[in-house]
């Protein structure tokens, strides 16, 4: 049985993670031409904006939901990928976003070392 401080802990980072993502998700729907111009900016093609909220969402899904543990883990991985390279860009480019995407690599590995297993 996992103790009460590991799961205050994947609840908090997870939860935290989640509403950062709801947030870039939301962003990426309700405002893409302004998404759409940063993405220009740090070199990624703009078809990307509509996918990538898109995968955000199901990501959060798989995670919350747990119906497929593989499912998790991809939505894990697929996060993981998405913060770095998002780092790795705005650093490339020097506008001082590059922080956040650290900030959100953190709460996904306290996540997922967090997370409840079968």
């Known amino acids: ?24 998700a939301s962003m990426y729907l309700l405002n893409p031409d302004e998404v759409a111009k940063v993405f220009t900016a740090l070199g990624y093609p703009t078809y990307l904006v509509y996918p990538l909220a898109i995968a955000k ?19 894990y991985a697929g996060f993981f990928f998405d913060f770095i390279l998002a780092s790795l860009a705005h650093w490339r480019v020097e506008d001082g976003s590059w922080p956040l995407p650290f900030v959100a690599l953190a709460l996904l590995l306290t996540s997922y070392a967090t997370r409840p297993r079968p």
């Open 1 to 24: 049985m996992r103790n009460t401080g590991q799961r205050i802990t994947y609840s908090i980072a997870t939860v935290l993670l989640s509403l950062l993502m709801l947030a870039s």
């Open 57 to 75: 969402l199901l990501g959060l899904t798989a995670i919350w939901t747990r119906k497929s543990i593989t499912l998790a883990e991809w939505a």
